[in-house]
């Protein structure tokens, strides 16, 4: 069946750097494109950013451009993120998501960032 | 960007009533306007896709309609299991975004 498992929570002070992984499994890793959504604690959705695991193609959200990078390993089917300079406004948690608004769409179970000194 | 505005952002229902969510778009974002349903301690869910069309699994009480800059959900006899939070977004324009979110309180 298909997953994508994230990684493990992460503990970071500000000014670090914190990259996260989304193991999928379950279909064509390369078919479809990978977004990354994060939501800080009792707020909303917000849209980061999209991945082409295809040709590793990415497009960012402006608020996050110099800290974010997305990446992808085709050989294990994992996208990456990560963010860089990080400060306490970005403890969130952070969202995988295959195909977002397609008909395969599916999130990873999330990935907890708690950024503090 | 495109913002998009949900309104309410809170309302609390009761079982078997039929509630409707409203998004409005910025500008015009055509039919590429898509429905999530995020659940306590939950990933987010597609309810909705392209302003109108059914995710697959998805009951029929949930539909939508729209297009433009003026979007709805609604669901029709509302279940105690519909308690969550909804959000609207878009996929017209990069980067895309995110309606703040409506959230189901169910008495």
């Known amino acids: 069946q298909v997953q994508l498992v994230q990684s493990g929570a992460e503990v970071r002070k500000p000014g670090a750097s914190v990259k996260l992984s989304c193991k999928t499994s379950?279909?064509?890793?390369?078919?479809?494109?990978m977004h990354w959504v994060r939501q800080a604690p009792g707020q909303g959705l917000e849209w980061m950013g999209i991945?082409?695991?295809?040709?590793?193609?990415?497009s960012y959200t402006q608020k996050f451009q110099g800290r974010l990078t997305m990446t992808r390993d085709t050989s294990t089917s994992t996208a990456y993120m990560e963010l860089s300079s990080l400060r306490s406004e970005d403890t969130a948690v952070y969202y995988c998501?295959?195909?977002?608004?397609?008909?395969?769409?599916?999130w990873g179970q999330g990935t907890l960032v708690t950024v503090s000194s | 960007e495109v913002v998009l505005t949900q309104s309410p952002a809170f309302q609390s229902v009761t079982p078997k009533e039929k509630v409707t969510i409203t998004c409005r778009a910025s500008q015009s974002i055509a039919n590429s306007l898509h429905w999530f349903q995020q659940k306590p301690d939950q990933s987010p869910k597609l309810l909705i896709k392209?302003?109108?069309q059914s995710f697959s699994g998805v009951p029929s009480r949930f539909s939508g309609s729209g297009s433009g800059t003026d979007f709805t959900l609604t669901i029709n006899s509302l279940e105690t299991e519909d308690a969550a939070t909804y959000y609207c977004h878009q996929s017209s324009s990069l980067p895309y975004t995110f309606g703040q979110g409506t959230k189901l309180e169910i008495k």
């Open positions: 392209y302003a109108s």
């Open positions: 991945l082409n695991p295809s040709d590793g193609t990415t």
């Open positions: 379950g279909y064509t890793f390369t078919s479809d494109f």
């Open positions: 998501a295959r195909s977002l608004y397609g008909d395969s769409s599916r």
